[in-house]
């Protein structure tokens, strides 16, 4: 069958319109009905090889292979090292403090983040290599609700 360039412009712009599972049901149905190669499809309709072999393999079987763009990507620090946000938080614990006028329930932390990974070494058994960057330890403490700040309210007045 020859294929025209309306033809084939029609069947690109259908496959852009669709993602995931129904754009390769789409390719697998044009590839059997136009009885068309994984390579000349991938050539006439700008789709990729890997795309069109898995979109042929779920035709044939009748199994859905599943995406899991959620597994993708670099873990959290916490997957890595399961006991550091507890180990954050039993440090930071004594060196707590609120706002002096108690207007606000935030608890600010006297500690810097490098002292704190210096502690985390020091005290429970980390090695540098284990631990994050002083950045992460911060972000991590701000997730916990520690800010690594003075009060500022606690500073003397200009006159």
């Not at 006028?101 to 020091?122: G, H, M």
């Amino acid at each position: 069958m020859q294929i025209t360039e309306p033809l084939r412009e029609l069947l690109r712009e259908t496959a852009d319109s669709l993602t995931g599972v129904e754009r390769r049901r789409f390719l697998a149905n044009t590839l059997n009905k136009l009885q068309l190669g994984q390579r000349e499809a991938a050539r006439l309709f700008g789709s990729g090889r890997d795309t069109l072999r898995k979109a042929c393999h779920e035709a044939r079987t009748g199994l859905t292979c599943s995406d899991a763009f959620g597994l993708r990507g670099r873990k959290p620090v916490e997957f890595h090292l399961p006991r550091l946000l507890d180990d954050l938080c039993g440090l930071v614990t004594d060196h707590l403090q609120t706002d002096p006028t108690f207007q606000t329930t935030r608890l600010y932390c006297r500690l810097s983040a490098p002292e704190v990974r210096q502690q985390l070494i020091e005290c429970k058994g980390y090695t540098d290599q284990q631990l994050p960057s002083v950045q992460t330890i911060a972000a991590k403490l701000n997730l916990l609700g520690f800010r690594l700040r003075t009060v500022l309210k606690s500073r003397p007045q200009k006159k």
